[in-house]
């Protein structure tokens, strides 16, 4: 039973446009929601959370916004990067645990 | 600094050998630790975790097993490889939970079994 879902497993967006990844849940217990970036053969490494108590946050280019009621977040990129390719994981924490979407993969045309 | 260090960073193996990864964490006390398996195609599984030495906690039936004989230190361990077992293994850590604290993840061993 997946409680993390992230349906879209790749998407192109042309630099300097706006790249929009998407990410559902299913546990409403969740209290915290964190997006990761990977690179190949590398660990993910952290990129911006809110918590479920928040609807917005921001951190330069990128603003994670949720919504609880449709149980739904999503990470916006603006402008995109070509350096912003990579694959995007989003994530959910309730108590000790972290799960993880099955990841997005963003390409980004110069 | 808080470093974490994870090998060996590819291994290949044939079925039915032992496997032992090793995941060290330096610059920090009492973190928790993970363990997690990204299958080809696929997401990150959570597979262990632990708040404490010799405390594991098992998310996934399978021929894996986890332990913590230090603080900093987080094994993977198996007795006899499956195919199955194939994936990029990441080891992770976070500070005591207290509110979301994000994960800091090892640079990964990519174990094929043969």
């Known amino acids: 039973d997946q409680q993390v879902k992230q349906n879209s497993p790749s998407l192109s967006v042309q630099e300097g446009r706006i790249s929009i990844l998407n990410c559902d849940y299913t546990n409403s217990m969740f209290d915290y929601f964190l997006w990761y970036k990977k690179y190949p053969a590398e660990g993910p490494t952290f990129l911006i959370s809110i918590s479920s108590i928040k609807d917005k946050n921001e951190d330069g280019r990128f603003t994670v916004f949720l919504n609880k009621s449709a149980k739904h977040l999503s990470l916006h990129i603006v402008p995109s990067q070509p350096g912003d390719s990579a694959v995007y994981f989003c994530?959910?924490?309730?108590?000790?645990?972290?799960?993880f979407g099955a990841g997005t993969r963003l390409f980004v045309k110069a | 600094s808080q470093t974490i260090h994870q090998w060996p960073a590819t291994l290949v193996q044939p079925v039915g050998s032992p496997l032992s990864l090793e995941c060290t964490v330096e610059g920090t006390s009492n973190p928790n630790l993970y363990w997690y398996r990204q299958a080809a195609g696929r997401g990150l599984q959570l597979l262990f975790y632990s708040v404490g030495i010799g405390q594991i906690s098992s998310e996934v039936p399978q021929n894996l097993s986890a332990s913590r004989p230090q603080d900093r230190q987080f094994i993977l361990s198996s007795k006899k490889l499956l195919l199955s077992d194939s994936g990029f293994y990441l080891c992770?850590?976070?500070?005591?939970?207290?509110?979301?604290?994000?994960?800091?993840f090892g640079s990964g061993t990519q174990l094929s079994v043969l």
């Open positions: 992770a850590w976070s500070k005591i939970r207290t509110t979301g604290e994000k994960l800091f």
């Open positions: 994530a959910a924490v309730g108590g000790f645990k972290t799960i």
